[in-house]
């Protein structure tokens, strides 16, 4: 899954390589989308939309693959859907807190709670382990490098920043 410029904006794109395909997914005219997420069990799609302000608006929408049908599913998260924890949650990184945190998105009632967050570090490009019991993301201080840090997830909690993991530093 993809996004890129088309005729009537920005396009959400799904290329299936067994069968060849390449599709718009949940089209609408002057809508830009983007930040695709493929579900888990490849049968449903997260993305983020972007509404012009102020204030800017970040929808998050999940469309069924099967059937092409989307429905909205935050009108405003304050982020972009990253990761998928398991069939109904996502994670998504913030946006209103300076791209400082991770929070999670029920897709099922439309509720988000924060995961894991840091008061001086911005944090973004998470990655979960195929247990879904880590965290992998990178981590910079104000005018700093990046490193890569995990965190352990343990019954929907992630561990606090002084329990994280560096595994390198000026990575990513």
Request: contains cysteine; neutral net charge; glycine residues 8%.
């Amino acid at each position: 899954a993809y996004f890129t410029a088309g005729s009537s904006g920005v396009e959400l794109r799904l290329k299936d390589f067994q069968r060849g395909t390449d599709t718009i997914v949940a089209a609408e005219t002057s809508v830009n989308r983007g930040f695709p997420v493929i579900s888990l069990d490849g049968q449903r799609i997260a993305f983020s939309r972007i509404v012009p302000g102020p204030p800017v608006r970040r929808p998050v929408l999940v469309a069924n693959l099967a059937d092409g049908t989307s429905r909205l599913v935050f009108d405003d998260c304050g982020g972009r859907p990253r990761v998928w924890l398991d069939d109904d949650r996502l994670l998504a990184e913030t946006f209103g807190s300076g791209l400082n945190s991770f929070v999670v998105l029920d897709t099922r009632n439309a509720t988000q709670r924060p995961l894991l967050s840091s008061v001086d570090r911005r944090l973004w490009n998470p990655r979960l382990s195929p247990d879904a019991r880590w965290l992998a993301f990178d981590a910079t201080l104000p005018g700093g490098s990046p490193s890569v840090f995990v965190a352990r997830i343990d019954s929907d909690q992630a561990a606090r920043e002084s329990e994280w993991l560096r595994i390198d530093q000026n990575a990513s």
